[in-house]
């Protein structure tokens, strides 16, 4: 309750603080007005949880806010909004354009006080101000703070729980030019930029285009018939693809199968030219579909780092591809295997430190409780086949022991733990010749594997959760670029062959940003969208746009 006693005194100070002679009776009320509006109450301010009321809490608290700018009107004087002010309302009007919600900001109460001269209505007009610009401010940078709030684990780079109204407001406050400042605020790379150029495109046609599903049915396939056929035709066509014209426009011929393997592998579907269940989920999805989904992948970037730096890898999940970057020119594309449903590839950026050429295999606690100790118990020698070593723990002196020197089946899952397995190098290790590290919490790398043969798989939902690279050998001569006259591939081969393990570490950490896009812009500029196979846009279209359908227009 002590923390109660001081609400009193710091409106005690808004009072003499606004009291002091401002030069016009005017003025004097629209001062003397502001305490009301000075609330210390959870304001929700960017979302966040409700708190109990806090004089200490400085990011609920519009009196503090006020009180560290001079406690006086920050945007408005007695004759009205000011410049910034001006350019506070324009931001919020257009957050639309951002992929956020301007009904967020309260647009529609400052428009209904802007024109007012009545003191009251002033001191209201500029407290809504600033709230608006924090919450704006936040959103924008940062992304909504609420998918945090719902699932702490799957979203937890959602919005800054450290983020500071006080300083955001001086700053503001302090910017020669505010709309250029808050044009500065969302992330300025291409990935960014190019989904907002195509949400302006998409809410166009989703306010133009009346998009009929296609009706289910058979699989088609090249040879058919079938009246669906021409309404397939005609969608395709809509959507920009290139499908040429013929007289029965219900056969489906040869030049349409090429068109459908296109289409497939554009939207990361199996591309076998046949018409299924998913190809036709994807034929049906239409732009308010799309437009939402474009509003969520722009959300992701705003959860991670804005500065992609001048070098730099980019993996997306939900594609299946990891890119290498040079300068803004995409040097490498490659596929990668991310991890199954159940264990699947977090979300963050951090820098690769290292190379492990010829690396061991450290298998997991959870993998030799879960997978190896009831192959071992079926077979004692399962390790010894693999060239897996059992050590007697996970210290540096710990022992070898003989793996089949032991009854397996006494051996509980808890028990398993404290033994270390370690595989050795060579082209029977699950991380094949080479491994990128960049330590993290996760315990999550790039890194080579044995079984290429993945790579050819349409879905590619295989690992524990680290990301395999196709082609690992020139994803290393890329990172080690600033070192190549000391390793050029032929050492890297030369390396690689001769089986004993080696690490280098880069003169220069490269950032490495681990995303998961379900859609983006290609070279081409064309839009792409992807199966969403970890189901995480569902959830998060749930909870930005507060329904259960993904035809929710958040605007």
């Not at 070098?311 to 299946?320: E, G, H, K, S, T």
């Not at 979300?347 to 492990?356: A, E, G, N």
């Not at 020139?474 to 080690?480: C, M, Q, R, T, Y």
Request: charged fraction near 25%.
């Amino acid at each position: 309750m002590k923390k109660f006693l001081f609400l009193p005194l710091i409106f005690l100070a808004f009072g003499i603080a606004f009291a002091q002679p401002p030069g016009s009776m005017t003025a004097e009320k629209l001062h003397a007005a502001m305490g009301q509006y000075l609330t210390c109450l959870p304001l929700k301010l960017v979302n966040l949880q409700q708190q109990e009321i806090s004089i200490s809490n400085e990011e609920l608290c519009l009196a503090t806010i006020y009180a560290a700018t001079g406690m006086k009107p920050l945007w408005i004087s007695e004759h009205g909004p000011n410049e910034k002010a001006a350019d506070i309302l324009h931001f919020l009007k257009n957050a639309d354009y951002e992929g956020l919600n301007m009904n967020d900001y309260n647009v529609e109460k400052i428009s209904a006080l802007w024109k007012s001269r009545n003191p009251e209505q002033l001191a209201q007009l500029d407290t809504l101000l600033t709230l608006g610009l924090i919450k704006y401010a936040h959103d924008v940078r940062y992304g909504r703070i609420i998918p945090f709030q719902v699932d702490p684990e799957l979203f937890a780079e959602a919005g800054d729980k450290n983020f500071q109204p006080v300083e955001t407001v001086r700053q503001a406050l302090a910017a020669p030019d505010l709309a250029n400042h808050l044009a500065g605020l969302p992330p300025s790379h291409k990935y960014y930029r190019n989904l907002r150029q195509m949400l302006r495109q998409f809410r166009e046609i989703a306010e133009k285009v009346s998009w009929e599903p296609i009706d289910g049915g058979r699989n088609l396939r090249q040879g058919d018939r079938d009246e669906r056929i021409r309404q397939i035709r005609n969608r395709l066509t809509a959507l920009g693809e290139d499908v040429p014209t013929i007289e029965d426009e219900t056969l489906f011929d040869r030049h349409l199968t090429r068109v459908i393997i296109n289409f497939q592998a554009e939207y990361g579907l199996e591309n076998d030219g046949i018409i299924g269940k998913n190809t036709l989920a994807v034929l049906n999805m239409t732009p308010r579909e799309k437009l939402n989904t474009i509003i969520l992948n722009m959300a992701r970037w705003r959860w991670h780092q804005h500065e992609m730096g001048r070098r730099y890898i980019l993996v997306n999940i939900a594609n299946y591809d990891l890119k290498a970057v040079d300068e803004g020119h995409e040097i490498l594309n490659m596929g990668v295997i991310v991890g199954q449903f159940q264990h699947q590839t977090p979300v963050f950026s951090d820098r690769i430190k290292y190379i492990d050429f010829n690396p061991f295999w450290n298998i997991p606690q959870s993998i030799a409780r879960n997978e190896e100790l009831p192959e071992l118990r079926k077979d004692p020698n399962y390790l010894v086949d693999r060239h897996v070593r059992l050590l007697s723990g996970w210290t540096e002196d710990a022992v070898e022991i003989d793996s089949t020197t032991i009854d397996w089946n006494t051996v509980s899952p808890r028990q398993m733990n404290r033994y270390k397995l370690r595989q050795d190098p060579g082209p029977w290790n699950a991380l094949g010749s080479v491994k990128f590290v960049f330590p993290n919490s996760y315990d999550v790398y790039l890194h080579d594997t044995p079984t290429q043969d993945l790579f050819g798989r349409s879905k590619r939902t295989f690992s524990h959760g680290c990301i395999r690279v196709s082609k690992p050998l020139v994803l290393a001569e890329f990172i080690l670029e600033e070192q190549k006259e000391e390793w050029t591939m032929a050492r890297i081969h030369e390396t690689i062959a001769s089986a004993n393990r080696e690490i280098v570490s880069l003169s220069t950490p490269l950032p490495v940003h681990i995303t998961y896009q379900t859609a983006w812009v290609d070279n081409q500029r064309k839009i792409r969208f992807n199966n969403d196979n970890y189901d995480r846009d569902k959830i998060l279209a749930k909870i930005l746009f507060n329904r259960d359908d993904s035809e929710a227009d958040p605007n």
